[in-house]
């Protein structure tokens, strides 16, 4: 059985979306073993409780990175995570964090990277006037919104568009992309040449 650990930071759509997916055998051999948060008050944890899942506050004010990191490697350790997913997470890991996990952390960004890495893609991606935007999970790695592509989405930006539309369009899509994701994964048919991840035949 693999055992998913989620971190989160805010409203948690994504964390559900994963969930569901679990629990309807979507990710097949799969359980979510616990999910921690950064912020007492994301919404995303309190909706963890409600499903009975292990739900952990680990607050990262006033701590150094690293220091952090390693109670949050600790409480995955304790639960036997394999599997790290960052599901609006919104912080950056520490090069030790990444070691701990080697291609076993994945993170979802609300843009086609390499554009729009960083804060409000979907903003930033309006603003430029994008004609299509869409949605990436990678792995990660020592740098942000950086690491091998697992699996895009694209997604049409619509001449009736204002940003929350945009957004919410992109959103309907993570919350495909990152069950896709996860079990290309899990599924281990794959290789990372450089940058490309190339799943097998
Ligand atoms: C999602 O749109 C996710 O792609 C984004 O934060 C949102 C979290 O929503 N993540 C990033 O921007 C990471 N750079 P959620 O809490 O409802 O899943």
């Known amino acids: 059985m693999h055992s998913l650990g989620i971190l989160l930071s805010g409203r948690g759509s994504n964390f559900v979306a994963i969930a569901d997916s679990v629990d309807a055998g979507r990710i097949p051999g799969a359980r979510i073993s616990v999910v921690i948060s950064n912020k007492a008050d994301a919404p995303g944890i309190a909706t963890a409780r409600q499903r009975g899942l292990h739900a952990l506050v ?108 945009l957004a919410a369009r992109i959103l309907e899509q993570e919350h495909v992309a990152y069950t896709d994701a996860i079990n290309v994964v899990l599924a281990r048919g794959f290789t990372v040449i450089g940058r490309r991840l190339v799943t097998a035949r």
């Not at 150094?64 to 609006?88: F, I, N, P, Q, W």
């Not at 994945?106 to 949605?135: D, M, R, T, W």
């Open 58 to 165: 680990i607050p990262s004010k006033g701590k150094a990175r690293e220091e952090h990191d390693r109670e949050v490697v600790t409480a995955l350790k304790h639960h036997k995570v394999d599997l790290v997913c960052l599901a609006g997470y919104m912080r950056l890991l520490s090069p030790w964090f990444v070691q701990q996990f080697p291609q076993r952390i994945l993170n979802i960004h609300p843009s086609l990277l390499p554009a729009f890495p960083g804060l409000e893609a979907q903003e930033q991606a309006f603003a430029y006037g994008v004609k299509v935007s869409g949605c990436t999970v990678h792995f990660v790695d020592e740098e942000l919104d950086h690491g091998a592509i697992i699996v895009q989405k694209a997604v049409p930006v619509l001449d009736s568009d204002d940003e929350h539309t």
